[in-house]
């Protein structure tokens, strides 16, 4: 049997605005495997966005546990998440957070730069990841000199030329067209037979029909959790 890499146990989230309390989590019970592709999806408010900081360590919930291969995230600190972050999840957002001014090599090499790894193996690595998402011919172009799509895959790259475990991707298609939402989600599902787990948000049922599993969230809960037969 597959063992979890996340397991969350009666967690929720509540924030406090003075006297008012929104409750964006309610009791969630979720088990992520080692190498699973899951599209989380749910409507604006739905806590979906909540659940996604939690999962990568930018956030803690306020009740239950989070155990992320095995490790009680609450209990660890500032540092310990720090390096979870760093070695364990990568990210991809909607807006790809592309530095401006700084080529696309440039660009995947960063978390490595934070991480004090030399120049040449880090210039080597960042190659590879672009050489991965296929964008080696656009190692020296600045995101404004490539399209939508190609800025997404820099970020894909960015995301996993440390090579973890886990992505987290928060609408990585939304700022796309269609044709290159899924080209996008092609270069997911092949990291996901490599052995990465992905966690996706989407508010598109096209996008989240490419996943192995659909978790639907509705007003901070859990409502649906199933297969996806189609893939």
């Known amino acids: ?34 190498g699973e592709f899951v599209a989380i999806m749910g409507s604006s408010g739905s806590g979906k966005s909540t659940l996604m900081n ?31 972050r ?30 004090g790894m030399g120049r040449e193996q880090r210039r080597k690595l960042a190659s590879d990841a672009l050489c991965l998402v296929g964008l080696a011919q656009r190692a020296d172009h600045l995101p404004n000199q490539i399209s939508g799509g190609q800025q997404q895959r820099v970020a894909i790259a960015r995301a996993v030329v440390n090579d973890p475990s886990i992505i987290l991707a928060d609408e990585p298609t939304g700022n796309l067209d269609t044709a290159t939402s899924y080209e996008i989600i092609e270069i997911f599902r092949g990291l996901n037979e490599q052995g990465k787990t992905i966690i996706m948000i989407t508010h598109e049922e096209d996008i989240a029909f490419h996943s192995k599993r659909i978790i639907t969230l509705k007003d901070g809960e859990i409502t649906e959790d199933r297969k996806n037969k189609g893939v």
């Open 54 to 84: 939690i999962l990568g360590c930018l956030d803690i919930q306020s009740r239950g546990t989070y155990l992320l291969d095995g490790t009680d995230i609450i209990r660890l600190g500032t540092d310990e998440k720090a390096e979870i």
């Open 86 to 115: 760093s070695t364990k999840i990568g990210f991809v957002f909607q807006s790809f957070n592309l530095l401006a001014r700084t080529t696309a090599l440039e660009n995947v090499e960063l978390p490595l730069v934070y991480s």
């Open 1 to 34: 049997m597959t063992p979890n890499v996340i397991k969350l146990e009666d967690l929720g989230k509540t924030y406090s605005n003075g006297k008012v309390e929104v409750n964006a989590l309610r009791s969630i019970n979720l088990e992520i495997a080692h």
